[in-house]
């Protein structure tokens, strides 16, 4: 996928659904098994470089936003564990959703685990973005609103969250 030189990253991104393989993923009405999400499991299984530097990228958001956030010094977490392979997922327009409502807990993950979603387009909020609700059991999700460069912090693990058709 070459995304146009002269464009901003965030708004080349949000523009995914024109290329190709965009109009493709619509036309299928694919999930989370289109190309994109395909070409970047790829690169992070067999291209060592860009591993490389994606875990130094996410070494970095972890001491960053996750550490700081929570006053890790303090506490004595020094160091932190993070997912080896982020989950990636590219929200075409008018396709199915990635996944339905759900915790984290329901895949067996860990229950100290914090989630990070960063989106990567210029701004969400409504059907592009990704819908949580405010704490465990109490059902009133909202989607969250950001701009690019923004990230959301919140606990997966126990509180649902899912996607709409874009």
């Not at 860009?50 to 001491?63: N, T, Y």
């Not at 020094?78 to 984290?104: K, N, W």
């Not at 229950?111 to 405010?134: A, D, K, Q, R």
């Not at 059902?139 to 609103?145: A, E, L, Q």
């Amino acid at each position: 996928l070459e995304l146009p030189s002269h464009t901003e990253p965030c708004v080349a991104l949000s523009r995914l659904h024109e290329q190709a393989q965009g109009v493709r993923a619509q036309q299928l009405k694919l999930g989370r098994h289109d190309a994109f999400c395909k070409r970047f499991a790829k690169h992070m299984a067999q291209d060592t470089d860009f591993r490389a530097r994606m875990d130094a990228e996410l070494r970095e958001l972890v001491r960053g936003s996750v550490r700081d956030a929570l006053d890790g010094a303090t506490h004595g977490w020094e160091d932190f564990v993070y997912q080896a392979e982020p989950s990636l997922r590219v929200h075409m327009p008018h396709t199915r959703p990635s996944i339905g409502l759900h915790r984290d807990f329901d895949y067996y993950h860990q229950p100290t685990e914090i989630n990070i979603w960063v989106p990567l387009v210029p701004h969400t909020g409504g059907t592009n973005s990704l819908y949580c609700e405010s704490s465990a059991g109490r059902g009133d999700y909202r989607p969250f609103d950001t701009r690019f460069g923004e990230l959301v912090r919140f606990y997966g693990n126990q509180h649902a969250h899912f996607t709409v058709i874009n």
